[in-house]
């Protein structure tokens, strides 16, 4: 389940044995990119995400959705929570 990529050290693939929602942290270690950056990208709407209880979530159910559609351009406020 979480066979790291040779092409960027530990990092676990985003497929489907990651649940439909995760952490800014968890994400981030998934896909290799800073926690920092990651927050940035939720922030401004670059990647979809949800809130629970004032916790921001990473929807990954939805950005596997939209990458399995053809999705390829990911820009500010695609994914906008306003």
Request: proline share 5%; aromatic share 6%.
């Amino acid at each position: 389940m979480n066979k790291a990529n040779p092409n960027h050290g530990n990092v676990v693939p985003l497929g489907a044995a990651m649940g439909d929602v995760c952490s800014i942290v968890t994400f981030a270690t998934a896909s290799g990119i800073p926690a920092d950056e990651v927050a940035e990208l939720v922030d401004n709407g670059t990647l979809p995400s949800l809130t629970f209880a004032d916790f921001r979530m990473v929807n990954v159910g939805k950005l596997r959705a939209d990458l399995l559609s053809g999705k390829e351009d990911f820009k500010e406020g695609d994914y906008s929570h306003a």
